[in-house]
């Protein structure tokens, strides 16, 4: 059941930002992951298979976290994280964006890739976006000084802010361009933390915003200490990039957006308790909706993930995070009537598990790329193939 939620104040800890200098893009790392069963995982998943297409403690870095995934023009796999040298997890310090490829549906991939590499600094959030008109892929991406913590960032004693970028790639992701910063375009000045999903965005397919790609954001405002979710927009392709509709309330989080019928957009959110907010835009993300809570949808107050396609004229929409109190049981659930209710569910790893995304595969499958372990959610991030059947 969805019910209106009132506004009311959303306290988070976030972040604040600055300036990017000494890029390196297209860096060829050996690639890291494999297989790894779990005897005896918490929550009772005995024998779990984790297929890690990133793992921690290779490749020189303590652990990966923040996954993203999309499929390109070409069937390519792009399947996108955050490289962290610090073994903490934590969001700071140096974080590189690292990305690998698979040509034959997630069987095999080729080794990593470095989008983004910046030093000591933080390159991360990826936000990607496939262009199904241009077979460009799109990704937006966040910066902020890697000795900046929460606390310096929400108190402005920072030495940065927070700051947005935007990269390319016209060959499936094997080469980026150099990123270019947006951040003026896209976030107010009195605008703390921002945060770019994290987790694919997506490019309206009908209407009157045919064509127009768009991203899931957030942000903390700094004139009145809450946190609420909107989008960006670019209507020419990735050439420029502006900040379209914000939510009316706040308690706004990470966030995922996706196409229902007739052009209509939602956007699902992680807010600072116990069930996802959810709403919708009928004008392309220049506005959305009140904000209402989605109670059939049990959280962690952690990032979730969307995804939406139309088979015989029906919305098969897809849900997936967390689904406890806790960051355990990842769980993707399945819903025909554009969310009203979610029917069908399939259990991914009842054991640690936090950050997911997933992609279409086919109109029979789809697949998750999702943060989990046997003993803690950040052992690495794996990628697994659910189909449609599976759903009960």
């Not at 790894?36 to 290779?58: D, L, M, V, W």
């Not at 954001?217 to 914000?246: E, F, M, R």
């Not at 996802?276 to 904000?291: P, Q």
Request: net charge negative.
């Amino acid at each position: 059941m969805i019910r209106p939620v009132s506004s009311s104040k959303y306290l988070v800890a976030m972040i604040m930002l600055l300036s990017c200098a000494g890029i390196s893009c297209g860096k060829l790392e050996l690639g890291g992951g494999g297989t790894t069963t779990s005897p005896n995982a918490p929550g009772g998943a005995t024998g779990k298979q984790f297929n890690y297409i990133f793992k921690e403690k290779t490749n020189g870095f303590a652990v990966f976290r923040i996954p993203a995934i999309a499929k390109s023009k070409n069937g390519t796999l792009l399947a996108f994280a955050e490289a962290r040298k610090l073994a903490s997890a934590g969001d700071s310090g140096d974080i590189d964006l690292v990305l690998r490829r698979s040509l034959d549906n997630g069987k095999t991939w080729e080794e990593l890739i470095t989008v983004w590499n910046d030093g000591a600094n933080t390159c991360g959030n990826p936000v990607p976006i496939v262009d199904e008109e241009t077979g460009v892929i799109h990704l937006l991406m966040n910066w902020n000084n890697g000795e900046d913590t929460y606390g310096e960032i929400n108190n402005m004693t920072s030495i940065d802010t927070r700051r947005v970028y935007y990269t390319q790639s016209a060959d499936d992701g094997k080469t980026w361009k150099t990123p270019v910063e947006i951040t003026s375009s896209v976030k107010n000045s009195n605008w703390r933390w921002h945060g770019t999903g994290p987790c694919h965005g997506i490019q309206i397919s009908e209407g009157t915003f045919k064509g127009r790609l768009v991203v899931p954001c957030y942000y903390y405002d700094g004139t009145n200490g809450k946190t609420y979710s909107n989008t960006v927009v670019s209507d020419d392709h990735g050439l420029t990039w502006k900040l379209a509709g914000i939510t009316p309330q706040d308690q706004g989080g990470e966030c995922a957006v996706t196409e229902l019928s007739g052009a209509k957009l939602m956007l699902n959110i992680r807010t600072n308790a116990t069930n996802r907010l959810v709403t919708t835009s009928i004008d392309g993300g220049n506005t959305w909706g009140n904000l209402s809570t989605d109670f059939s949808l049990l959280d962690p107050q952690c990032q979730g993930s969307l995804l939406s396609y139309k088979n015989n004229s029906v919305v098969n929409l897809f849900f997936a995070n967390a689904a406890s109190a806790e960051r355990v049981n990842m769980t993707v659930k399945q819903s025909l009537n554009e969310g009203s209710t979610w029917a069908k569910v399939f259990t991914v790893h009842t054991g640690p598990s936090a950050y997911s995304d997933l992609v279409k595969i086919s109109d029979q499958e789809i697949a998750i790329l999702y943060e989990g372990g046997i003993g803690r959610p950040y052992e690495g991030i794996s990628f697994e193939i659910i189909k449609i059947s599976d759903f009960k």
